[in-house]
Each structure stands twice: as C-alpha cells, then as structure tokens.
Antibody
Framework: QITLKESGPARVKPTQTLTLTCTFS??????????VAWIRQSPGKTLEWLAV???????RYNPSLKTRLIITKDTSRNQVVLTMTNMDPVDTGTYYC?????????????????WGQGTLVTVSS | DIQLTQSPSFLSASVEDTVTITCRAS??????LAWYQQKPGKAPNLLIY???TLRSGVPSRFGGTGSGTEFTLTISSLQPEDFATYFC?????????FGQGTELEVE
C-alpha cells in the first residue's frame, strides 16, 4: 500500500523560504521509473503542478516557478523535499506530494495515482 | 500553457441520475487526459487516465471518452458517495495543467 505524508510549517512570512518534506512508504525511489511530484491547490481550488523528481535524480519543474523551486530526495529516509524561495501571500494554499503513475506522460508531466493528505501553508506577515 | 475548461462548473443532480462533465483543451492533447475526484478536506483521487482507462478499483459507473481537444466524464447511476468535485488534467505538454473543477452537488 502506497502512502505519502507532507510535513512543514503551517505559516511563513513573505520573502521567506518554504521547506516541505514528503515522507512515503510502499514504494522505493530507487526503482526504475518511479517519480514523486509536488502539486499545490489554492484556496479557490485551482490545482498547480510544481515539480517532479525521479529515481535517477532527474528533476523537472513547472517553468513558471522554476527559479524559485528546488526538489531533492533522500532515498535512505524515503523522503522528497521541496524548497520554494521568496514566498508571497499568493503562494498560500494546500501543498500535496504524490506518486507518479509509471509509464504515462513525458518526464515533464504525469498522472498522479496516490496523493498525500496535503499540508496547508499560509503566507502572511 | 494548455488551458483546460470544464463545463459546467456546478452541477446539481440526484442519486441514480446520469451526469456528464466536459473538459475542453486549448490545444490538441491526443488522449493525454486524466480525471480526478476530490471530496472536501481530502486530496484528489485518480479515477481515469489516458482519457478512458479506468483505474483499478474505480467503479464501472465512471467512464471517460474523448480525444484531441474534447473529453467527457460520465457517471452513471449516481451514488451518494459520488457527490464531490471533479478535475481534469492534461499531461500532453509541460507544465501539466488542471481544469478549474466541476462541483457536483445533491439536487
């Protein structure tokens, strides 16, 4: 059974850096083809793809956010970490990590077959 | 970015009704489309991928069709647990994008 869980601060101030951790089980990020993605959802329910990292350490970012994002993995801890710099109130929302379904879509995209419960991040001074 | 427009944005229906949600893409995306269901306070849940492939474990009352720029999600014989918000997602071109959602409520 695949499970994922996000953790990180509930609130950050404008201009600060957000660091979120996704801890997963039921699969390994050393297995060929496996990827973990981050997606966020605004309070208005808009979903936005942020980034994905693969078993071979290939990393793909949403071009509109690429300069602000860093995604890394720690395979020994079964964790994926997303860092987002220069946070703004418009970045407020629920941040999800998800397992990418193997074999569907290009390496820049993907279908997400298992999601974490999400973590709400509020950006406010 | 490819824009996905869902219609309607809100839909009222009753148990045992059949409903259809449409997702239109701003560019041709072949069959690179997925559908998700989201309930309040929960993460989206994958229902369908490759436009018409039902994810294992998803009830057969859910069906997806379409190719190119127009896609539909049909739910036959609505059950109480089906009242939720539905999103489409394209994975044809980076970045993957999502529709704005269709909220299905009890009439």
């Amino acid at each position: 059974q695949i499970t994922l869980k996000e953790s990180g601060p509930a609130r950050v101030k404008p201009t600060q850096t957000l660091t979120l951790t996704c801890t997963f089980s039921g699969f390994s990020l050393v297995t060929s083809g496996v990827g973990v993605a981050w997606i966020r959802q605004s309070p208005g329910k808009t979903l936005e793809w942020l980034a994905v990292i693969y078993w071979d350490d290939d990393k793909r970012y949403n071009p509109s956010l690429k300069t602000r994002l860093i995604i890394t993995k720690d395979t020994s801890r079964n964790q994926v970490v997303l860092t987002m710099t220069n946070m703004d109130p418009v970045d407020t929302g629920t941040y999800y990590c998800a397992h990418r379904l193997i074999g569907h879509g290009s390496w820049d995209t993907g279908v997400l077959d298992n999601w974490g419960q999400g973590t709400l991040v509020t950006v406010s001074s | 970015d490819i824009q996905l427009t869902q219609s309607p944005s809100f839909l009222s229906a009753s148990v045992e009704d059949t409903v259809t949600i449409t997702c239109r893409a701003s560019q041709h995306i072949s069959n690179y489309l997925a559908w998700y269901q989201q309930k309040p306070g929960k993460a989206p849940n994958l229902l369908i991928y490759a436009a018409s492939t039902l994810r294992s474990g998803v009830p057969s009352r859910f069906g997806g069709t379409g190719s190119g720029t127009e896609f539909t999600l049909t739910i036959s014989s609505l059950q109480p647990e089906d009242f939720a918000t539905y999103f489409c997602q394209q994975i044809s071109t980076s970045p993957p994008t999502f529709g704005q959602g269709t909220e299905l409520e009890v009439e």
